[in-house]
């Protein structure tokens, strides 16, 4: 598959680089996800010292009630809030994966076919047959990794979806209670 030296230091370099890349992508992430836990522990903390000091101000069951329903919505807030961070996030970890991914795959396919092209043109006399099945087999895959890639995105954009509108659909949930109670 490789004709020279230069191509295999070509291809180790550009496996180093794209490890490279994963590994400062997951750094990347990695801090960005504790940052947002260490964010929401603090609004949490801040939040439960609001509630207590509410709750030692409470004279009746009614305020004590409403109390309640207004730390619960808060909470509920809070925790979409950051699961729909935290899935945005992981989304676009995922999609900055695949692009990585789909590179260095369209890389590695563009120097298998000029490794073939070259080993058609130094080919002894009859090997003509058996290098065109390998062209033939290495077209095929690439058609089949251009179509699983395109399914994966397909999946993944309708997942996307189906996130946001549960989560839409959530936050309206919580915004139609709070209206349903505030108007009794």
């Known amino acids: 598959m490789f004709t020279s030296a230069d191509q295999v230091t070509h291809f180790n370099k550009s496996a ?12 990347d992430t990695t801090e960005r996800v504790f940052g ?3 964010e929401i522990g603090k609004e949490s ?3 439960a010292s609001k509630n207590a000091k509410a709750l030692a101000d409470v004279k009746d069951a009614h305020a004590l009630m409403d109390l309640r329903t207004k730390a619960t919505e808060a909470s509920v807030e809070k925790a979409l809030d950051y699961s729909r961070t935290m899935y945005e996030v992981a989304a676009n970890t995922q ?5 990585m991914f789909e590179q260095h795959t369209s890389e590695l396919n563009k120097n298998f076919a000029t490794a ?3 080993a058609v043109k130094s080919a002894p006399i009859g090997a003509d047959v ?3 099945a390998v062209k033939s087999t290495v077209a095929a895959s690439s058609a089949a990794m251009e179509s699983m890639t395109k399914a994966a995105k397909q999946v993944s954009n309708y997942a996307d ?17 709070k209206a349903t109670k505030t108007a009794k």
């Open 116 to 118: 073939v092209e070259n």
């Open 161 to 177: 979806a189906g996130v946001k509108a549960t989560t839409e659909a959530a936050v309206a949930a919580v915004k139609t209670s």
């Open 36 to 38: 947002l836990s260490l």
């Open 16 to 27: 180093l680089e794209a490890m490279m890349g994963v590994a400062k992508l997951s750094f």
């Open 45 to 47: 903390l801040a939040e």
């Open 95 to 99: 999609s900055q994966l695949s692009a």
């Open 130 to 132: 058996a290098l065109a």
